[in-house]
């Protein structure tokens, strides 16, 4: 099963990227191809995307939170993907951000696309979009606090 691994550093504080990325239907607006997630509860996700031109669903959940250090996630329908985000305070105000994905290309064009470096290629392309959101704006756009351990949420 291929697994990608790529962070980036950001300017702002660790609480605030934290912050952002815990605002999951924001998604669409620097992740290519997704065009919905729809939070369902705390810990669960619902996912449209357009990937290798197939119009894909699947629905995931959150199998680790911890404030302001990591995200765990696996999905529960569709292709298989899981992966952990992390969290790491560099200074006052520079956060790096490192995705961990394992994946499993669906059909011909996928696992084609994987083949070519497509996959890796599209989660640079995130982070770095997902930076350049979080530094011109300055703030996020709101945060969950809360923490998921053993796939309990455990609110603070």
Do not use: C
Not at 38 to 49: E, F, G, V
Not at 118 to 142: H, M, N, Q, Y
Request: aromatic share 10%; no cysteine; hydrophobic share 35%.
């Amino acid at each position: 099963m291929p697994t990608v691994e790529k962070s980036i550093e950001v300017e702002a504080p660790v609480r605030a990227v934290y912050n952002q990325w815990t605002q999951f239907e924001e998604f669409p607006r620097f992740m290519e191809g997704v065009k919905a997630v729809r939070q369902l509860d705390d810990k669960r996700l619902h996912w449209s995307a357009e990937i290798a031109g197939q119009d894909l669903e699947w629905d995931a959940v959150i199998t680790e939170q911890m404030v302001e250090k990591h995200i765990g996630w696996r999905s529960t329908s569709g292709a298989h993907n899981a992966g952990t985000v992390n969290f790491e305070a560099l200074g006052p105000n520079r956060t790096r951000v490192t995705v961990r994905m394992e994946y499993e290309p669906e059909g011909a064009l996928q696992r084609i696309g994987d083949w070519l470096g497509a996959f890796p290629s599209r989660v640079e392309g995130d982070l770095r979009r997902f930076k350049e959101f979080i530094e011109s704006r300055g703030i996020e756009t709101g945060g969950w606090r809360g923490e998921i351990v053993g796939e309990e949420v455990v609110k603070k």
